[in-house]
């Protein structure tokens, strides 16, 4: 039988042979009963400031079934047996992204024997890598290849987090296929799992080359721009260049900057709504000063990783509560432009695998909703979008175009103070000094102060003119949602399944993936097994 035993700690310094030790102990055997032992999953635990642990998951073979087991220990089950083919459709259903909620939609459909058409407005990562370097170097923006648009979605350029709050079967999955393509087998059992982005972009392709071998067509360049619809039922794709690609299946995971969609929903009548997201800054500060807060007089041991933060407070502004939470916490990281459309500006953070920056950062964000949007006259289904464009055009005008970034030291504006130039930050093109108070309406800008406070008080030296906050994070999530019924399939539009973080059901790699393999097994449900 085999078991699984949760959080057997580990000092930094011992050695890794006294898990099993360690596992015979919690199961009440000796270590010689116990075969093939496997961690399978290793966290840090880093609540005892000078004191971080490892806590780790092993599992391990034993004869027989334990009783009376601790609540710790648990029967690993068995694999459920590989889902058979299904019937192959008339025509390739087409998915319209090639994101992680794409991909994986692929991979699913491919591995029960149905090959796909992905289409994609953006290019594969090599010439996209040029146009991010253009943007990055120069403040030249490609509204068709970019950040957002291209091999990989957004994820593929932006740091390559496989962390998730979702619990679903799926997850390691997903985490197992970026092990294989990145050849990065220790995210496996890492507890915080990140590829990084130097290498992402290839675990991507070679999916991608994969998926090609099997059957599946990729479209580049390939802008959609309309639905062809007949008997209620999808029936094409209408893309920019003349073309229309038929099918009576579409998997549209366009990711969450896919505002020209968002806007044919809408003017079409299609079922689609605002939908709550957050908006905020970007957080740097020195590396270093994140790890003397989170491992105090242990920072400098050599197995310990750059630290990170996960930070969240509720304050009530005018009388209710708003949540204020850190975003996308990149140790060792640089901060990136991630605008899709030219004169608004925005941000996200990204790293690579080694995490060597001197720099961190995250976004410091509040949570926004449709109540928020129709203050400032917006309303309807694109009244996010329409706000989050108005924050973005300030934003730009306020960094003085060219892509800089308004910033300013993250103590000064606590104060409510000018404060002196940011000294230095990771971010190109660079940044112009800022009265950030300019950004946001009031009670957003209440809402930030308040969470930065409670922040610093939970991290003593946050709070610092050493830290810089640079504007503006406002793509934590799509600000509409593009509705689906229980069978996943919009209910007004049979055979259109909308899919990932742009459609409004997730929100990062992992979790956008798992959607993708969600809908792949609807389309395989409505197709039925193979004759």
């Given at each position: 039988?085999?078991?699984?035993?949760?959080?057997?700690?580990?000092?930094?310094?011992?050695?890794?042979?006294?898990?099993?030790?360690?596992?015979?102990?919690?199961?009440?055997?000796?270590?010689?009963?116990?075969?093939?032992?496997t961690?399978?999953?290793?966290?840090?635990?880093?609540?005892?400031?000078?004191?971080?642990?490892?806590?780790?998951?092993?599992?391990?073979?034993?004869?027989?079934?334990?009783?009376?087991?601790?609540?710790?220990?648990?029967?690993?089950p068995?694999?459920?047996?590989?889902?058979?083919?299904?019937?192959?459709p008339?025509?390739?259903?087409?998915?319209?992204?090639?994101?992680?909620?794409?991909?994986?939609?692929?991979?699913?459909?491919?591995?029960?024997?149905?090959?796909?058409?992905v289409?994609?407005?953006?290019k594969?990562?090599?010439?996209?890598?040029?146009?991010?370097?253009?943007?990055?170097?120069?403040?030249?923006l490609?509204?068709?290849?970019?950040?957002?648009?291209?091999?990989?979605?957004?994820?593929?350029?932006?740091?390559?987090?496989?962390?998730?709050?979702?619990?679903?079967?799926?997850?390691?999955?997903?985490?197992?296929?970026?092990?294989?393509?990145?050849?990065?087998?220790?995210?496996?059992?890492?507890?915080?799992?990140h590829?990084?982005?130097?290498?992402?972009?290839?675990?991507?392709?070679?999916?991608?080359?994969?998926?090609?071998?099997?059957?599946?067509?990729?479209?580049?360049?390939?802008?959609?721009?309309?639905?062809?619809?007949?008997?209620?039922?999808?029936?094409?794709?209408?893309?920019?260049?003349?073309?229309?690609?038929?099918?009576?299946?579409?998997?549209l995971?366009?990711?969450n900057?896919?505002?020209?969609?968002?806007?044919?929903?809408?003017?079409?009548?299609?079922?689609?709504?605002?939908?709550?997201?957050?908006?905020g800054?970007?957080?740097?500060?020195?590396?270093?000063l994140?790890?003397?807060?989170?491992?105090?007089?242990?920072?400098?041991?050599?197995?310990?990783?750059?630290?990170?933060?996960?930070?969240?407070?509720?304050?009530?502004?005018?009388?209710?509560?708003?949540?204020v939470?850190?975003f996308?916490?990149?140790?060792?990281?640089?901060?990136?432009?991630?605008?899709?459309?030219?004169?608004?500006?925005?941000?996200?953070?990204?790293?690579?695998?080694?995490?060597?920056?001197?720099?961190?950062?995250?976004?410091?964000?509040?949570?926004?909703?449709?109540?928020?949007?129709?203050a400032?006259?917006?309303?309807?289904?694109?009244?996010?979008?329409?706000?989050?464009?108005?924050?973005?055009?300030?934003?730009?005008?306020?960094?003085?175009?060219?892509?800089?970034a308004?910033?300013?030291?993250?103590?000064?504006?606590?104060?409510?103070?000018?404060?002196?130039?940011?000294?230095?930050?990771?971010?190109?093109?660079?940044?112009t000094?800022?009265?950030?108070?300019?950004?946001?309406?009031?009670?957003?800008?209440?809402?930030?102060?308040?969470g930065?406070?409670?922040?610093?008080?939970?991290?003593?030296?946050?709070?610092?003119?050493?830290?810089?906050?640079?504007?503006?994070?406002?793509?934590?999530?799509?600000?509409c949602?593009?509705?689906?019924?229980?069978?996943?399939?919009?209910?007004?539009i049979?055979?259109?399944?909308p899919?990932?973080?742009?459609?409004?059901?997730?929100?990062?790699?992992?979790?956008?993936?798992?959607?993708?393999?969600?809908?792949?097994?609807?389309?395989?449900?409505?197709?039925?097994?193979?004759?």
């Open positions: 039988m085999r078991y699984r035993i949760s959080n057997l700690p580990l000092w930094l310094d011992e050695d890794e042979s006294l898990l099993t030790r360690r596992a015979a102990e919690r199961l009440g055997l000796s270590a010689e009963h116990l075969r093939d032992a961690v399978v999953r290793r966290s840090l635990d880093a609540r005892r400031k000078g004191h971080p642990r490892w806590l780790v998951n092993l599992e391990v073979e034993v004869e027989g079934r334990i009783r009376g087991a601790p609540a710790d220990v648990a029967p690993v068995s694999p459920d047996p590989a889902p058979g083919p299904v019937r192959r008339a025509a390739p259903p087409i998915i319209l992204g090639a994101g992680p909620a794409g991909l994986f939609c692929a991979w699913a459909l491919l591995e029960r024997g149905v090959p796909s058409v289409v994609d407005r953006g594969t990562v090599g010439p996209r890598r040029r146009d991010v370097a253009s943007l990055m170097r120069a403040g030249e490609d509204p068709e290849s970019n950040m957002n648009y291209g091999e990989g979605g957004a994820g593929a350029y932006t740091d390559g987090k496989l962390g998730t709050r979702i619990h679903h079967p799926a997850v390691r999955k997903v985490v197992e296929l970026f092990a294989r393509f990145g050849n990065v087998g220790r995210i496996v059992v890492e507890g915080k799992p590829v990084g982005s130097d290498v992402l972009p290839a675990a991507i392709s070679a999916m991608r080359e994969e998926l090609e071998r099997g059957g599946c067509t990729f479209l580049w360049g390939a802008r959609a721009i309309d639905l062809e619809l007949r008997g209620g039922r999808f029936a094409g794709l209408r893309l920019a260049d003349g073309r229309t690609l038929d099918s009576d299946r579409l998997v995971a366009p990711g900057s896919a505002r020209e969609l968002f806007e044919l929903f809408a003017a079409r009548g299609w079922p689609i709504e605002a939908k709550p997201f957050a908006v800054f970007r957080a740097e500060h020195p590396q270093p994140i790890d003397r807060i989170q491992y105090g007089t242990a920072r400098r041991h050599p197995q310990l990783p750059p630290a990170d933060y996960k930070l969240a407070d509720n304050p009530k502004v005018a009388g209710a509560a708003r949540g939470f850190s996308c916490m990149c140790p060792g990281g640089v901060v990136v432009p991630t605008p899709t459309e030219p004169e608004m500006q925005c941000t996200n953070g990204m790293s690579n695998s080694r995490r060597s920056s001197p720099l961190a950062n995250a976004g410091i964000v509040v949570a926004v909703s449709p109540a928020d949007f129709a400032e006259g917006f309303e309807g289904p694109l009244a996010g979008l329409a706000w989050q464009r108005k924050w973005e055009r300030a934003a730009y005008a306020l960094g003085g175009g060219g892509y800089q308004p910033a300013q030291r993250l103590a000064a504006y606590l104060a409510r103070r000018p404060g002196e130039a940011p000294s230095r930050t990771s971010y190109r093109p660079g940044v000094q800022a009265d950030l108070s300019r950004l946001y309406p009031p009670q957003v800008q209440d809402a930030l102060r308040a930065l406070r409670a922040f610093e008080r939970r991290m003593h030296g946050f709070v610092t003119d050493e830290a810089v906050l640079i504007g503006i994070e406002s793509r934590t999530s799509a600000p949602r593009l509705v689906r019924g229980t069978d996943l399939q919009c209910p007004a049979r055979g259109l399944y899919a990932g973080e742009g459609a409004g059901y997730a929100g990062g790699i992992v979790s956008s993936a798992v959607d993708g393999l969600k809908v792949a097994e609807a389309i395989c449900a409505e197709l039925g097994p193979a004759a």
